[in-house]
């Protein structure tokens, strides 16, 4: 989590937006040109993300918790990981 923080200065010092509180929490932080979506309480196992306020369609995006590199589909990102964290950020 500090190394996410340090890579991303939107996480302390960003604008946040919420997203969802439905099975968890997901919000967005901007600052800049730099923008992570973020997700806690969330269920283990699948989950869907509604990220179309930050990434297009077709951007390919790291979930650097679980070390996943998702493909964003009609707004939504859909991984499986057994943590209940997601950390979203543009794949360079």
């Known amino acids: 989590?500090?190394?996410f923080r340090?890579?991303?200065l939107s996480v302390g010092a960003g604008k946040h937006e919420l997203i969802s509180e439905e099975?968890?929490?997901v919000f967005s932080r901007i600052r800049n040109s730099d923008k992570i979506i973020a997700g806690i309480n969330l269920p283990?196992?699948?989950k869907e993300i509604n990220v179309s306020t930050i990434f297009e369609d077709g951007e390919k995006i790291n979930d650097f918790y679980s070390?996943?590199?998702l493909e964003?589909?009609?707004g939504k990102v859909?991984?499986?990981s057994e943590f209940?964290?997601?950390l979203l950020e543009k794949n360079i």
């Open 44 to 46: 283990k196992g699948n």
């Open 72 to 74: 964003v589909k009609k």
């Open 23 to 25: 099975n968890g929490l």
């Open 6 to 8: 340090v890579n991303h």
């Open 78 to 80: 859909s991984l499986n």
């Open 84 to 86: 209940d964290i997601v």
């Open 1 to 3: 989590l500090g190394q």
């Open 67 to 69: 070390n996943q590199i």
